[in-house]
């Protein structure tokens, strides 16, 4: 199963659920089953390293951003995940709006009726409170998922 987590930028809070999922899943033993990957829905990051206070604070917690770069999101994408998770409601109306004709993948909010804030304009805390949402959300979606069938897609 291929599963996207998409924010605005992808540079903070996806690429923190991305590495987190993917370490998550690994530590399961189920990593075999799963896919991860994140993306933006603007371009302004492109080519470049995730916020360096994500970086930070996916760090201490040990998990690695070494080789992510940001992208942003294609129409492939849309055909190739199995299901894309954003990050806030802003994110998933625009996800919505970008959706290509036809295509059915489910999208819906990564932590269910809540969001996870986007720290960007706010100080260490927010970062802080971000992987610590993230951590439950992964945790969260692995367990969901774990009894789901294994998808052909």
Do not use: W
């Not at 799963?34 to 916020?51: C, E, I, N, R, V």
């Amino acid at each position: 199963m291929r599963i996207l987590f998409v924010d605005a930028g992808n540079y903070c809070r996806s690429p923190a659920a991305e590495t987190v999922a993917r370490t998550h899943a690994a530590r399961a033993g189920v990593s075999d089953r799963f896919s991860f990957g994140s993306a933006g829905l603007k371009d302004k990051h492109a080519g470049d390293t995730a916020d360096p206070r994500t970086i930070e604070a996916c760090r201490v917690r040990g998990y690695g951003l070494d080789d992510f770069r940001c992208r942003e999101i294609t129409a492939h994408d849309f055909a190739d995940a199995n299901l894309i998770l954003a990050m806030d409601r802003e994110n998933l109306a625009a996800l919505e709006a970008r959706r290509p004709d036809g295509n059915r993948t489910p999208i819906r909010l990564f932590l269910g009726e809540h969001e996870v804030p986007d720290p960007y304009f706010g100080d260490t805390d927010g970062f802080d409170t971000m992987m610590e949402q993230i951590e439950a959300g992964a945790a969260s979606l692995l367990s969901h998922l774990a009894d789901a069938p294994a998808s052909g897609r």
